[in-house]
Each structure stands twice: as C-alpha cells, then as structure tokens.
C-alpha cells in the first residue's frame, strides 16, 4: 500500500449551472491514514422544479434570480450542517461551465466573492466532470489514485445538456470518444414527456409511467449502427410525436390539440416504456462497442439520466456480461448537485492541480470537457 503524502483537504463546493443551487462540504483525508477515503460533511440542494413547472421548463433569467435568493442561505446551511467554521475550509471549488451562463454566474460570482473575503485559493470545475467523477464518490475506490486495473475505462455521461462517451485512460486521463450530433438523452424525455402533457421534468415522469407499460411499439434507434461514437435523439423525439399524431386521427382539431393529455393512462405508459426502451437500446450498443473497441476493464454511468433504472440496469447486466466492473452514482449523486463538484475539486488536486486566485476563474457556458 502507497502511503500518501499530501495534507488532509477541506473544500466547500458550490454548483449553479442550471436549475439547483447547491453547495456542499467534502474532506480528504490526505495523510490520517493508508487509505484516505473522501468524506462528505454536509451537502444542501434548493431544486427550484416548483418555479419552472408552471412555465414546461427551465426559464434562465427566472433561474438566475432564484439563484440569486437562494445562494446565501444554502452556503450557510452548508456550513452549519458541516459542523465547520469557513476558516476550517482550505479551498473553494465552483462550476465554471458549461451551463446557463445567468445561472453559473451567480455561483461563480459568489464563490469568487467569498474567495476574495477570506483569502482562499479556488478550484473551477467543469460541471461535466462532476458527473464524470461522481461515481467513484462514496466508494472504497476513492483511494489515491483509482486502482489502474479499472483502466480503461468507458464512461457515459447523459444528462438534461449533453450525451458523451468518454475514454478514461486513467483517473487523470480521458478523452471524449462522441458526443450527440442534436438533443441531449435527457432533453429526449423532456420533450418525449411534454408532448405526453407530463409535468416537468419530463424524464422521472416518463420512467415512472414506462415501468406500467410494455415496449410494444418500434420506435426508431438512430445511429445504433453507425461507426462513430456519436448519438442523435432528435428523430426518436419526432418519431414519437408522429404516433401520438397518428394516434389523434379522427379526433375533432380541438381533440386534436389536446390529444397528448387525451391519451388514455395505458398508451401513454407504453410509450413510454417504447421510447425508453429505443433510448436504452442506442445508448447500451454504442457503450458496448466502446468497449469493446477499447478493451476497456468497466463501464461508469452518469449524469442526470444515470437516475433511470432502465439504463443502469441494463449496463450493469452488460457489464455482468463481459465480465467488467460497472459504476454508477447514488441516485442523489446522480442529478446536479455540489457534491460532484467538491469530489471532482478532490480528484484534481490530489491529481496535482494548483489552485488559482479568484481573479482567475470566470464562468463559461460553453466549456468543453
Ligand atoms: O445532470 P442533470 O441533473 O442536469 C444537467 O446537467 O442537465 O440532468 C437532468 C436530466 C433531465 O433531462 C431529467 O429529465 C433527466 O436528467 N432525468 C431522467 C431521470 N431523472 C432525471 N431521465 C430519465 N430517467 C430518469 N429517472
Ligand atoms: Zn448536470
């Protein structure tokens, strides 16, 4: 066993790139013992689903304000929760990007500010790799470094903004294998449950109601077979709105209009369990073949989607299969939440990363992982 020789971390973590403001306090216990485990003290989570229901979606300068409210008390609460003073804290981390440039700059803003007050470095974190780490959170894994014999890895990140397979050649190192060429998976059940007239966020909702019905209609599942490692959800999308059209016929145009909502509760279900079951089905032959392609020693899920017990079910069977080992989040750690951000702060510094003075970091919508 490795003895490591860096110092204990104590880092507040704060996330905003979306819908949830979060923060939470995370600890590494770098030098106690052989085997330093990563530690989460406290984490808060204000969801602001209440506020976006009644609009379908997320409004970004509606976002931003509840940031804005919210932010102050959820470090507080943090920090109470934590059993902490501020000044026990060593670093500040925060979610740079990617996200909704109002929404990320109240958390980077306000991380910055706090930074300045009390004199502590910062850690910027791209959101992405938050999910790309969370995973290996509460996991005896979370040794220093992850043992090479999980390498390479391929990890598959879905979530509300993004669908990417990634090749992690070690804990430090990945690259991005593909990406989607249009709509996101998560934003694939967002508007599949929309156009079902199912309350947002569409993507529990559609689970929830796929688990009552059966797969019984052929739903397309692009690019399945195309070579790259990209995705597209968009034509299942439309795919989709065509059968509830379809299914409309003979209805007055009033009806028709409403038709979604018409839908009785048992076709809805089964579109849902179709859809999902298209979705899956795409998702677990591309990450298959990356494996495949790459030897890869397991398979990790997130993001978002990663909640879906459908997909984790079916990539831990796969797994099972190959006989690869298979990681996946908590389901707290699976929707936006700051304690990825604080485990992915850990993961870089413990990696070698220097921390940067507030002055240095600045929100970006677009960043890239
Ligand atoms: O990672 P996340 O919380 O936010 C982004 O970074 O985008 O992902 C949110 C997405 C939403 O599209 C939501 O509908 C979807 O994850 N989602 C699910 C489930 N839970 C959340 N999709 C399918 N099944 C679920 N159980
Ligand atoms: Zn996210």
């Known amino acids: 066993m490795t003895m490591i020789d860096k110092k204990p971390i104590t880092i507040l973590a704060i996330e905003s790139s979306c819908d949830e403001t979060a923060a939470a306090i995370l600890s590494w216990d770098g030098e106690k013992t052989g085997l330093p485990k990563t530690k989460t003290l406290s984490s808060v989570i204000r969801s602001q689903i209440k506020l976006h229901s009644k609009m379908g979606g997320v409004v970004p300068e509606v976002a931003a304000r509840a940031h ?16 902490l003073t501020i000044n026990d804290i060593n670093y500040i981390a925060v979610t740079a990007g990617p996200g909704l440039i109002p929404s990320l700059i109240v958390g980077v803003e306000f991380a910055k500010a706090l930074a300045l007050a009390t004199g502590k470095k910062m850690v910027p974190i791209n959101h992405l790799e938050g999910h790309l780490y969370s995973p290996f959170g509460q996991l005896p894994t979370t040794h220093h470094p992850l043992p090479t014999s999980l390498f390479p890895m391929i990890s598959l990140i879905v979530s509300g903004g993004h669908t990417i397979l990634t090749l992690m050649e070690s804990e430090k190192k990945y690259r991005v294998l593909g990406q989607t060429v249009d709509d996101a998976a998560g934003e694939a059940f967002d508007k599949v449950a929309k156009l079902l007239g199912l309350p947002y966020p569409g993507g529990p909702e559609v689970s929830r109601l796929a688990e009552k019905g059966r797969p019984s209609i052929d739903f397309p599942r692009p690019m399945i077979n195309s070579k790259d490692f990209n995705f597209s959800f968009a034509g299942l999308k439309t795919a989709v709105l065509y059968y509830i059209r379809a299914k409309g016929q003979g209805l007055s145009a009033k009806e028709k209009q409403l038709s979604p909502i018409r839908l009785a509760l048992s076709a809805k279900a089964d579109i849902c369990s179709s859809f999902q079951q298209a979705a899956v089905d795409v998702l677990v032959a591309k990450t298959t073949r990356a494996t ?19 997909l984790r079910s079916a990539l831990r ?15 707290k750690l699976s929707t936006d939440n700051a304690e990825m951000i604080g485990l992915a702060a850990i993961f870089k510094l413990r990696g070698g990363y220097k921390p940067v003075k507030f002055n240095k970091v600045k929100a970006d919508p677009n960043l890239q992982l």
Do not use: E, H, M, Y
């Not at 507080?76 to 934590?82: L, R």
């Not at 020693?297 to 879906?308: D, E, R």
């Not at 069977?317 to 389901?331: I, M, N, T, Y």
């Open 68 to 83: 804005v409210k919210n932010i102050l008390p959820v470090v507080q609460k943090t920090i109470n929760d934590s059993r």
């Open 317 to 331: 069977k796969k797994c099972a299969d190959l006989g690869l080992r298979f990681f996946a989040p908590s389901l």
């Open 292 to 310: 495949k392609k790459f030897k890869a020693k397991a398979i990790s899920l997130s993001g978002g989607v990663s909640a879906n017990a459908s």
